[in-house]
């Protein structure tokens, strides 16, 4: 099967299934982010759909007018980019910073950005804990929702294409990776 | 409800620097600030989404009920491009705003007309 074809190529099911957490739509999310004064954490484990929260919390947020700085850490990047101090340096009331992946950070490493990014209107992190900020939502997967996630993006199964719970456990609760095995299956088409 | 319409004739295939000349139409229910058409190429597979934004139209003093012939010329490449892990795709979007009135309108990009196709299936015809 073409790349192009494959539903479960990332752009199709970033678009399939725009998180809607079980507590509520984005707005929802966003009047409880004002609640805690726009300083909160989206916790969850792996493949959990925190960065697609968080991603969609952005533009909701730029579309009510915020600007917004969406940085991203990972286990092969740890570091903050580099333009982030001087950046810090003209954040205001209007700005949101947006961290994705706070847990990669040291204890001082995050008291620093913390303190760096004070004058910001806002600070949205994700992480795999609880404990650096206020906690805004608690992500969570199921064998469930893998289920009628793939099912929205192949409606009827193919041959060869492993059980949902199966790939669920396989994965240990990591929707994001059982996504992209399904989408080697569909590839060998 | 809105209605946006991309013409581009038959068949939907050009070549590398070739002109597209189309034609464009809208209904939309609020008067339009802006209306303009975009032509970039993006990537769709297993990795993260790349996107070129090659060039724009954008569409003056647009009406509640409107249409507008438009040309773009192409560039000479990315050609359009089937693998198993990342496909390139050409499009062309019409947006009017306010509001999420975007219509898109995917085409082929090659010098022989058709996707070039890696893999077992090659050889397939192109399927737009």
Same mark, same amino acid.
């Given at each position: ?77 740890? +570091? ?46 994700? *992480?795999?804990? +609880? ?8 992500? *969570?997967? *199921?064998?469930?929702?893998?289920? +009628?996630?793939?099912?929205?993006? *192949? ?35 | 409800?809105?209605?946006?319409? /991309? ?9 590398? $620097? ?11 229910? &609020? ?11 993006? #990537? ?15 569409? %003056? #003093?647009?009406? #509640? ?22 496909? /390139?795709?050409? &499009? ?6 306010? $509001? ?13 007309? %058709? ?14």
């Amino acid at each position: 099967m073409k790349a192009r074809e494959n539903p479960f190529a990332s752009e199709r099911i970033i678009h399939a299934i725009r998180y809607t957490h079980a507590d509520g739509d984005v707005g929802t999310v966003v009047a409880r982010l004002a609640a805690l004064r726009y300083r909160a954490a989206i916790v969850g484990p792996h493949g959990a759909g925190k960065t697609t929260l968080l991603e969609d919390l952005a533009c909701e947020l730029e579309r009510r007018g915020y600007r917004t700085t969406l940085m991203q850490l990972g286990t092969d990047d740890r +570091r903050l980019p580099a333009t982030w101090p001087a950046s810090a340096a003209c954040l205001g009331a209007q700005d949101i910073v947006c961290l994705d992946g706070a847990e990669q950070l040291s204890y001082g490493a995050w008291l620093w950005f913390r303190w760096r990014a004070r004058r910001a209107g806002g600070l949205i992190v994700t *992480s795999h804990a +609880r404990g650096r900020l206020p906690l805004l939502v608690e992500c *969570s997967t *199921s064998a469930d929702l893998l289920e +009628r996630i793939v099912r929205r993006l *192949s409606p009827a199964p193919v041959d060869g294409a492993p059980a949902c719970a199966d790939l669920f456990h396989r994965h240990r609760g990591n929707v994001r990776e059982a996504l992209r095995e399904l989408y080697d299956v569909y590839a060998a088409l | 409800m809105s209605t946006l319409r /991309i013409d581009l004739g038959a068949p939907r295939a050009f070549k590398p $620097g070739e002109t597209i000349d189309g034609r464009v139409s809208w209904q939309v229910d &609020a008067a339009p600030q802006s209306a303009e058409l975009r032509l970039f190429w993006y #990537t769709r597979g297993k990795g993260t989404q790349d996107v070129g934004n090659v060039g724009s139209v954008p569409f %003056a #003093t647009p009406q #509640t009920s409107d249409s507008r012939s438009f040309t773009l010329a192409l560039p000479r490449d990315p050609y359009s491009f089937s693998g198993k892990l990342v496909s /390139i795709v050409w &499009a062309l979007e019409l947006i009017v705003e306010p $509001g999420s009135n975007v219509e898109r309108q995917e085409f082929v990009m090659s010098p022989t007309g %058709a996707e070039v196709v890696v893999g077992e299936s090659a050889g397939e015809p192109v399927r737009v």
